[in-house]
């Protein structure tokens, strides 16, 4: 992984204002780059490294709503709508926590979807909705980590390159992701032979 000399990094104050969102990492900062320059920063170290090499629903909807074939479609296209917004909203946020709320309706999708599929209106494979729920608990407690800047916040420049809120954010991001795979696959495979009931 990083075995290239990179540039001259930079410290919290020196860095581009866009990546100044942390003030409790101190240091390890990518200056601004290229393309071919941010290629390059895959192969030496610095503070987002971590994250680089650690960083969806619509399965769950197409499944959850696979014997609805009057809603499943707009519910899809719903839901790009609101992760394309979502998205925009985050980029553009002007704080760590406003970039987690920018999730929010996502995370409400979801929710209503789970709900469909406990309450009987909505189908699935029998085991995916907890392999779900367990998902976006990992992926609020990484956002939460995050806004809260733990643990760096307790000690200022001890996590500037490992274990700082970003990267515990990004491996609970791959926990969520595991727990997306292990219900999707049953889904998946339960929606290829299910035979939905005539209304």
Not at 31 to 50: D, I, Q, T
Not at 66 to 73: D, E, G, I, M, V
């Amino acid at each position: 992984m990083a075995f290239l000399a990179g540039p001259r990094l930079l410290d919290w104050a020196s860095s581009p204002p866009h990546l100044q969102f942390n003030k409790f990492v101190l240091t390890g900062y990518r200056p601004a780059s290229s393309g071919s320059g941010c290629l390059r920063s895959l192969f030496y170290m610095h503070n987002e490294l971590g994250n680089i090499y650690t960083h969806g629903a619509l399965p769950i909807i197409h499944c959850t709503l696979a014997c609805r074939p009057w809603l499943r479609p707009a519910a899809l296209v719903a839901y790009t709508v609101l992760s394309g917004v979502a998205g925009w909203r985050a980029l553009t946020a002007p704080s760590t926590s406003s970039r987690l709320r920018a999730f929010g309706w996502q995370a409400g999708a979801r929710l209503l979807m789970f709900g469909a599929r406990g309450v009987g209106l909505g189908s699935g494979a029998p085991g995916s909705l907890r392999c779900y729920l367990r998902m976006d608990a990992l992926a609020l407690l990484g956002g939460l980590v995050n806004v809260a800047r733990l643990p760096e916040r307790w000690g200022p420049g001890r996590f500037d390159y490992w274990g700082n809120s970003h990267q515990i954010m990004h491996l609970l991001s791959v926990g969520s992701i595991l727990q997306l795979h292990a219900g999707v696959v049953p889904d998946l495979l339960w929606a290829a032979r299910h035979i939905c009931p005539l209304d």
